[in-house]
């Protein structure tokens, strides 16, 4: 149990399918992340979010919309995805966003796409 | 551009011990992080060393040069459970993480 908790632990979508990523978190945290993880290749960081407000996208296409209603909640809304877009997302926090505290991560959606 | 090197995999057997490199080319640095992930479970944080030397955790250790741009993480007394992906990460100048694309340690009895 790290304190950060995705639904769904696993999606298959078309696409031209819309879906919504969830992530909580339950450790009072101010930061919060979105990761692409792909077979053997470094964590891609697509969001961050601060104390609610997003300070980082990192060229991530619109089909990938983020939403923060508050510091506890993390959406990633999918839309029109493509099949290269399969992969582990995988959703973080940290006690603030200045990167020199330790991340604590949720188990990821592995998310498929036909 | 900034990189970050490590082994793809490693095999080690019970009960021995296993360093894990990792190099990095980044501009700037302010901390090198090292997490365990193992398959289809989050990453979980282990260390994070922003000066010179060893810090040492109990059966893990980890080591940092700057001026090398060189880390490894130390696994003694390895047990099957550490059977995992181990993911060095480093802070740049900016404060951005810049990931490796980790290691995948197998443990044989």
């Known amino acids: 149990e790290t304190g950060v908790t995705q639904t769904p632990r696993h999606l298959v979508m078309g696409m031209t399918n819309k879906k919504s990523l969830k992530c909580e978190q339950h450790?009072?945290?101010?930061?919060m992340y979105w990761y692409k993880q792909s077979a053997k290749k470094p964590l891609e960081l697509m969001f961050v979010?601060?104390?609610?407000?997003?300070?980082e996208n990192n060229s991530v296409p619109s089909r990938f919309s983020p939403e923060c209603p508050n510091s506890s909640h993390l959406f990633l809304h999918l839309h029109t995805l493509q099949p290269e877009d399969s992969a582990l997302y995988l959703c973080?926090?940290?006690?603030?966003?200045?990167?020199?505290?330790?991340?604590?991560f949720g188990d990821g959606t592995r998310l498929s796409i036909l | 551009g900034q990189n970050i090197d490590q082994p793809t995999e490693m095999t080690a057997t019970e009960g021995a011990i296993v360093q894990i490199n990792c190099t990095y080319q980044t501009s700037g640095f302010n901390g090198l992080f090292w997490y365990q992930q193992h398959a289809g479970e989050a990453p979980t944080f282990l260390s994070y060393n922003v000066l010179d030397g060893l810090e040492e955790k109990g059966r893990f250790s980890s080591f940092l040069s700057r001026s090398k741009g060189y880390s490894y993480l130390l696994l003694k007394e390895l047990q099957m459970k550490d059977s995992a992906s181990y993911l060095c990460?480093?802070?740049?100048?900016?404060?951005?993480?810049?990931w490796g694309a980790g290691t995948k340690l197998i443990i044989k009895p």
């Open positions: 450790l009072g945290h101010n930061a």
């Open positions: 979010y601060n104390f609610k407000e997003q300070t």
């Open positions: 990460a480093v802070l740049d100048s900016n404060y951005q993480l810049i």
């Open positions: 973080a926090s940290s006690q603030d966003g200045t990167g020199n505290q330790p991340q604590h």
